[in-house]
């Protein structure tokens, strides 16, 4: 039985091959509409969600299976003292397979522990998200037609922003990708990322804290919203909060090609001037979400 706990659960060509069955779950959905018969996704939300657990949600339905589950820990037996444990070897009775948030760090690697059904981590805290970064790379892929030769700004929360997390561990693993990670000096990506992934595989990167001098070189500009509730104290959250924000202006000196991504929800940091934009590629991104769900779920329940 295999779970998808970290992006490194699943090799490149693993990835490769999602990516595949998304593209032709694009093409073809009729032949997926019946695959998930009689299956049963639990979807467990220790934290607030819109689009994981919807795309979760709707990506099952789509397949012809059914959904359970809950959207908020005071609603389910957590509030009344329960481990995530025993919720999961329960929950595992009713389902074939769970999707869980949970604001702890490593919730879901502890639930797979114990799980007689595959876990899918669609997010823990400040940690990973590897499902958006599934998302991420089928968007990039359709709207570059790569994963590789790409130089990639990522913008805005690196230390908190669990997104950022995954995506920088994945496209580490693809040719010649370059990072630059703006961010203010007190949101910048971990350390144990910087050494573990980034200098460990030679990749190409640099610090700082300007959108306006990188923005020309970049080939995806990735934008993230400061993570109000991973902050200790709300002043620091008030200092940061707006500390970018792009407009139509910033993006003056930009490739005609530069593909705008953000894993929403946006707070302030993208203007909506610049959704009507042909690069602001943040809400296609949104619907290749479910298509990227769709075929990880088939994976994981190993149907062909
Ligand atoms: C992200 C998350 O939950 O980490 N959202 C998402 O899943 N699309 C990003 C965020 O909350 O800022």
Do not use: W
Request: charge should be negative; proline fraction near 4%; glycine fraction near 4%.
């Amino acid at each position: 039985m295999r779970h998808l706990i970290d992006i490194k659960d699943l090799s490149i060509q693993e990835i490769d091959e999602l990516i595949k069955v998304a593209n032709d779950i694009i093409a073809h959905p009729d032949k997926y509409s019946e695959k998930c018969h009689n299956k049963k996704l639990a979807t467990l939300f220790f934290e607030p969600s819109t689009r994981t657990r919807l795309s979760f949600e709707a990506a099952m339905m789509e397949l012809g299976g059914n959904v359970i589950g809950f959207s908020s820990a005071s609603s389910s037996s957590t509030a009344k003292g329960e481990s995530v444990s025993d919720t999961i070897r329960t929950v595992g009775c009713y389902s074939d397979i769970i999707a869980m948030r949970h604001p702890k760090e490593g919730a879901p690697l502890v639930a797979s522990i114990k799980s007689t059904v595959p876990i899918i981590n669609a997010g823990d805290g400040g940690h990973n998200h590897p499902t958006q970064t599934l998302t991420d790379l089928l968007t990039i892929y359709r709207e570059k037609q790569r994963l590789d030769n790409l130089t990639i700004g990522l913008c805005g929360d690196l230390k908190f922003g669990r997104t950022v997390h995954s995506l920088v561990t994945a496209m580490s693993q693809y040719k010649n990708i370059k990072f630059v990670l703006i961010s203010p000096e007190e949101l910048k990506i971990p350390e144990y990322l910087k050494e573990g992934v980034l200098e460990k595989n030679n990749i190409e990167y640099i610090q700082t804290d300007s959108i306006e001098d990188s923005i020309a070189k970049l080939d995806i500009l990735y934008m993230t919203r400061v993570q109000r509730e991973r902050f200790f104290n709300e002043e620091d959250y008030l200092r940061l909060k707006d500390y970018y924000i792009l407009d139509k202006e910033k993006l003056k000196n930009a490739k005609d090609d530069l593909c705008i991504m953000h894993p929403l929800p946006r707070v302030n940091e993208i203007s909506t001037e610049v959704d009507d934009d042909p690069r602001a590629a943040y809400f296609r991104q949104v619907r290749y979400g479910k298509y990227i769900r769709m075929a990880l779920i088939l994976k994981l329940l190993e149907i062909e």
